[in-house]
């Protein structure tokens, strides 16, 4: 399926299709949320960001798509970032129950509070600073056909019905998941701790451009908590 016909309800095929459809999902759900997005993000922006969300979302229900994603060499980094955002796990949880497009526009209230949270200064800044460039630069070679139709704000006249990305079973009957006692906005498992760095691995402590990037973000002490992690 190409990335302008891609419909987000569709049955998974493999780890990777899994990722795709729930970053489909997600990235409707920004465009389509009542925000003011910053010049900085553009497409291809936006479908990095999609990507690596549904990526950490997702990573510790799959290890095919945790070694997806570890393929890029700044994702641990990122995933701190994301950890560290209150909102963001609900955002990703109710586009990944979403049954169709009428249940999207929740998760677009949803991404309201992650920017409401996050601020459109620090994701102009995030989104337009040289760590996230050389990440996007990564993540198009490797998923560059992004679905333009769901950049629109119109509702793409797709089919609906499929399983939850999370995974969790659905009836045949009527599409409705089986509850798991996993609510919407659960926070996703405490990160792993921390692999032991290869000798071929990057020294992100030492990299320039991720300590500038951190103080444009956080305070001070809150850079030293983060680097010393």
């Known amino acids: 399926m190409s990335g302008s016909d891609a ?6 095929s ?7 459809m729930l970053a489909e999902r997600l990235i409707h759900s920004i465009v389509t949320a009542p925000v003011r997005l910053p010049q900085a993000a553009t497409e291809e922006a936006l479908w990095t960001l999609a990507v690596t969300v549904s990526g950490w979302w997702l990573k510790s229900r799959s290890v095919e798509i945790d070694g997806l994603m570890q393929r890029y060499p700044s994702i641990d980094f990122l995933w701190g970032l994301y950890n ?3 909102a963001l796990p609900g955002f990703a949880a109710t586009a990944s129950n979403a049954l169709d497009f ?3 526009p929740e998760a677009g209230k949803r991404f309201v509070e992650v920017m409401n949270e996050v601020g459109p200064d620090k994701l102009r800044t995030a989104l337009g600073s040289d ?3 050389s990440l996007q630069s990564k993540v198009l070679a490797d998923f560059p056909q992004f679905p333009r139709a769901l950049l629109r704000p119109s509702t793409p006249s797709v089919g609906t019905q499929s399983a939850a990305v999370s995974g969790s079973p659905v ?6 998941p089986i509850a798991s006692g996993r609510v919407v906005a659960e926070r996703p498992p405490e990160a ?6 290869s000798p071929a691995a990057p020294a992100w402590t030492a990299a320039q451009q991720t300590v500038d990037l ?15 992690a």
């Open 7 to 12: 419909n987000p309800f569709r049955t998974p």
């Open 14 to 20: 493999d780890p990777r299709d899994r990722l795709l």
């Open 84 to 86: 560290g955002i209150r």
């Open 102 to 104: 009428a249940d999207l």
């Open 131 to 133: 760590f996230f460039k």
């Open 171 to 176: 009836r045949a009957a009527d599409g409705v």
């Open 192 to 197: 792993q701790a921390k692999r032991a760095e």
């Open 214 to 228: 951190l103080r444009t973000l956080y305070p001070e002490p809150t850079v030293r908590r983060i680097l010393k």
